[in-house]
Each structure stands twice: as C-alpha cells, then as structure tokens.
Nanobody, 127 residues
C-alpha cells in the first residue's frame, strides 16, 4: 500500500509558476514505483501530464506541457515534484499524483498502470 498526499496547488496568474509536491508513505520501496502527475479539467477526462520512472532516469511529458513543466523525484525523501512554468488558463484543473508498481526503469504512461492515487490538488490559472 502506498499513500500519496499532494500539495502546492493554488491560484496563479497566467504566465506564472507553481510547484506541486507529492509525499508518499507506506511499507514499500519508493524507488520501485513509477510516478505520474495527472490532471482533470472541468468537464474533461483525466489526462496524464508527466511521468517519471522509479530511478528517475526516464521521463515523459504530454505534448501540451513539454518545455513548460518538469517532473522530478527525490527517492531519499519519498517525494515527487512537478514544476509548472508559463502557466495558461488551459492548465487549470485538479492535479493528481499517482504511483505505479512498475519497477525501477519502466516508464508508465497510461492511467490503468497506476494503482495508487492522491486526493488531488486544485490549480487555477487566471487569464
């Protein structure tokens, strides 16, 4: 079992930045889990934003956030972060942290691969 708690969401003006964090806990080896950030905008389906392998050596970004968002992890602190820059109104939504029991090197990109989810944190970008 893995418990995930997100933090760092809030209200920001377009062009601004936010840094989301996700703290993981549980009787497990954090580095054996791929981690992902997902978001759900009002009236839309949840979509992947970024993912990182257990070792941190491989990353994935949705086309809509490439060059603006950066995912990182600190396995010593059981934490994963999402640095979001140049935010636009289209980035508004609830952001979820998720964990996939995918091992050290595999990069999980689909929602079905993620077994554990946080409660979500709201990000609102005003234009």
């Amino acid at each position: 079992q893995v418990q995930l708690v997100e933090s760092g969401g809030g209200l920001v003006q377009a062009g601004g930045s936010l840094r989301l964090s996700c703290a993981a806990s549980g009787r497990t080896t954090f580095s054996s889990y791929g981690m992902g950030w997902f978001r759900q905008a009002p009236g839309k389906e949840r979509e992947i934003v970024a993912a990182i392998s257990g070792s941190g050596g491989r990353t994935y970004y949705a086309d809509s956030v490439k060059g603006r968002f950066s995912i990182s992890r600190d396995n010593a602190k059981n934490a994963v972060h999402l640095q979001m820059n140049s935010l636009t109104a289209e980035d508004t939504g609830v952001y979820y942290c998720a964990a996939a029991p995918s091992g050290t090197f595999y990069l999980a990109r689909s929602q079905g691969e993620y077994n554990y989810w946080g409660q979500g944190t709201q990000v609102t970008v005003s234009s």
